[in-house]
């Protein structure tokens, strides 16, 4: 079995249960973990980037789309002692977190980062923005829904904006959104997998037109890895 395997069971499968109920997080000291596992950012600026990645359970977005549906529901992700889930990280040779959900930003994550802070590693956030932000966070990937607009306030702390597009609609979705964000905010649209054939076209023919667009695709999904 390779480091990396190793690493990814390990992460999986050590977990540790506070409470059989839920919640019991006493304040981000516990976290309900989907799973966590070593693998390469498939998404976005980081795209190509190895990274340990923690999926938090929890998500009232609703996207049709989703590909992490079984995430929604925190009850089935018993609290994590975040202790437990810092140790597995800095097991990783990778020194950059990715984390994700769910919507990693229902529960409070000031402890979470501190944690992995101080074992000196990176902290990349997934969100749709649509809880308060907490936490400190070396880049934030804002991806918003129109299920559940982001809360104003992220948009002046996202590096990135990454929006999803489903149908030639979005477009007018995702300029709303670059006017929220900071000039320095770099944009993406990406294709809704499933749309991947129709939007594809258009997205080609908006970023030519737009520029200051970029086009993010589901790499690891090409590369066949979580
Ligand atoms: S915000 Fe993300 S995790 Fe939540 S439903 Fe939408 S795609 Fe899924």
Known sequence: MSLADAIYLIGSYRRVRKNQE????????FLPLVESFYTVQGEGFNTGKPAYFIRLG????????CDSK????PKKFPPVDI?????DAAMCPAKTIVLTG?????????????????KGLQIFLETSGSSPLSGVFDWICLSPKKNKKPLQKIYGKADELKVIIESAEDFKWAEYNRQQVGEKCILYLQPEWSRMSTVMPQIVDYVKNNPEWNVSLQAHKFMRIP
């Open 22 to 29: 839920y919640p019991e997080l006493e304040g981000g000291k």
């Open 83 to 87: 202790d437990i889930i810092v140790k």
């Open 70 to 73: 079984e995430s929604w529901n």
């Open 102 to 118: 769910g919507e990693p930003l229902n529960y409070p994550l000031d402890s979470l980062c501190k944690a992995l802070k101080n």
């Open 58 to 65: 929890g998500c009232d977005v609703g996207c049709s789309w």
